[in-house]
């Protein structure tokens, strides 16, 4: 004997009622032209579909009589699934950028950490910057804490705080979002 494997159950199945889906005794139907044909009973309806060759599609089923419409049901869903792509592609995608000093950096290190951070904000991402603090170097809270507002304040001319200065351990860090 021969095993076969398992389909995996698709994700949820059609999500519209289609022809011999629909449970319902009377809807309304709506013709391809989106004129109202009135209430029939599912069979005058499915018969309507057939004459038609498209699909008795059922699009509002909690109003009393469902609502359904005679269409072109391969039509829909591709016209459902282009327009869903659209309006994913025109989402802006806010990305969040992350920049990590530490206390006893140079002044040129910083400098170009800045630098990077400004061109992150000017092109629209959000800037994390985290100060880290090694081993024992945590004794240096307060200059590390001062050395970060420095930085922010040379910051506020490409973006503004969108987070207040945090301590996550033995970090401190904020967010910053372009202005």
């Given at each position: 004997?021969?095993?076969r494997?398992?389909r995996?159950?698709?994700?949820?199945?059609?999500?519209?009622?289609?022809?011999?889906?629909?449970?319902?005794?009377?809807?309304r139907?709506?013709?391809p032209?989106?004129?109202?044909?009135?209430?029939?009973?599912?069979?005058?309806?499915?018969?309507?579909?057939?004459?038609?060759?498209?699909?008795?599609?059922?699009?509002?089923?909690?109003?009393?009589?469902?609502?359904?419409?005679?269409?072109?049901?391969?039509?829909?869903?591709?016209?459902?699934?282009k327009?869903?792509?659209?309006?994913?592609?025109?989402?802006?995608?806010v990305?969040?950028?992350?920049?990590?000093?530490?206390?006893?950096?140079?002044?040129?290190?910083?400098?170009?950490?800045?630098?990077?951070?400004?061109?992150?904000?000017?092109?629209?991402?959000?800037?994390?910057?985290v100060?880290?603090?090694?081993?024992?170097?945590?004794?240096?809270?307060?200059?590390?804490?001062?050395?970060?507002?420095?930085?922010i304040?040379?910051?506020?001319?490409?973006?503004?705080?969108?987070?207040?200065?945090?301590?996550?351990?033995?970090?401190?860090?904020?967010?910053?979002?372009?202005?």
């Open positions: 004997m021969i095993k494997k398992k995996p159950a698709q994700k949820g199945g059609p999500k519209h009622l289609v022809d011999g889906r629909i449970k319902f005794e009377k809807l139907v709506i013709d032209e989106k004129n109202d044909i009135g209430i029939l009973g599912l069979q005058e309806a499915l018969d309507l579909a057939r004459e038609r060759r498209l699909n008795l599609v059922v699009v509002s089923p909690k109003t009393d009589p469902p609502v359904a419409k005679v269409m072109d049901y391969g039509k829909f869903v591709y016209d459902n699934d327009r869903e792509k659209k309006a994913k592609s025109n989402q802006v995608k990305i969040t950028k992350e920049i990590q000093i530490r206390p006893k950096i140079g002044e040129h290190d910083l400098k170009i950490k800045l630098d990077r951070a400004e061109k992150f904000l000017d092109s629209g991402n959000r800037v994390k910057i100060m880290k603090f090694r081993g024992r170097e945590i004794v240096y809270m307060n200059s590390g804490r001062e050395l970060l507002e420095n930085s304040k040379s910051l506020m001319n490409s973006g503004e705080i969108g987070e207040a200065l945090k301590s996550e351990g033995k970090n401190l860090s904020i967010i910053l979002f372009p202005s």
